[in-house]
């Protein structure tokens, strides 16, 4: 893909955890849900999904937070930046947190889910609206909808 201009870096508020990631997202995401909504202090949350083996905690160690289930969310231990998230069951992809990248102006959701939550007045330019998740066979079609759409350079930068 062109355009991506990796490796991106990253890190939580006060610097105490960095990230790299060197490979472009599978698929961008807001979500709604009032979890996220909670965990963010905001109307919704957003989420770049890479690729595992592209993504790495480069300084510190960041601890979980949110619910302690299956799915870990991970924090700075020191700021509690919300920075990424490993879901339950689906170890191939990491969430980033995308404002935890030094450089986020690229981002943009490509699909929002739990919309069934979302307070009224909260608006993405998402494609792809979901009132929970896309069933999981979806994710396959939506990811090469994603790669098809930032090939041509749309949603890698602030004005496509």
Same mark, same amino acid.
């Given at each position: 893909?062109? #355009?991506?201009?990796?490796?991106?870096f990253?890190?939580?508020?006060c #610097?105490? +955890?960095r990230?790299? +990631?060197s !490979?472009?997202?599978l698929?961008t995401?807001a979500c709604?849900? %009032?979890?996220c909504?909670r965990?963010?202090?905001? !109307?919704?949350?957003?989420s770049?999904?890479i690729?595992? /083996? !592209?993504f790495q905690?480069?300084q510190?160690?960041?601890i979980? &937070? &949110?619910?302690h289930g &299956?799915?870990?969310?991970y924090f700075?231990?020191r700021?509690?930046?919300?920075?990424?998230t490993?879901?339950?069951?689906m170890?191939?992809? +990491?969430?980033?947190?995308?404002?935890?990248?030094?450089? /986020? #102006?690229w *981002?943009?959701?490509f699909?929002?889910?739990? %919309?069934s939550e979302?307070l009224?007045?909260?608006?993405?330019? !998402?494609?792809?609206r979901?009132?929970?998740?896309p069933? *999981?066979?979806?994710?396959e &079609?939506?990811?090469?909808a994603?790669?098809?759409?930032?090939?041509? #350079?749309?949603g890698?930068s602030p004005?496509?």
């Amino acid at each position: 893909m062109s #355009g991506w201009n990796l490796p991106w870096f990253g890190g939580c508020r006060c #610097g105490q +955890v960095r990230i790299e +990631v060197s !490979a472009p997202p599978l698929l961008t995401m807001a979500c709604h849900c %009032t979890g996220c909504q909670r965990m963010s202090s905001s !109307a919704f949350s957003l989420s770049a999904a890479i690729p595992s /083996a !592209a993504f790495q905690i480069t300084q510190g160690e960041p601890i979980i &937070g &949110g619910l302690h289930g &299956g799915t870990r969310h991970y924090f700075c231990p020191r700021c509690m930046s919300w920075m990424f998230t490993r879901p339950e069951g689906m170890d191939f992809f +990491v969430n980033v947190r995308p404002t935890m990248l030094d450089e /986020a #102006g690229w *981002f943009r959701p490509f699909i929002e889910t739990y %919309t069934s939550e979302k307070l009224p007045w909260a608006t993405t330019p !998402a494609v792809h609206r979901y009132e929970k998740f896309p069933a *999981f066979e979806e994710y396959e &079609g939506l990811t090469q909808a994603y790669a098809r759409l930032t090939e041509r #350079g749309i949603g890698i930068s602030p004005d496509p």
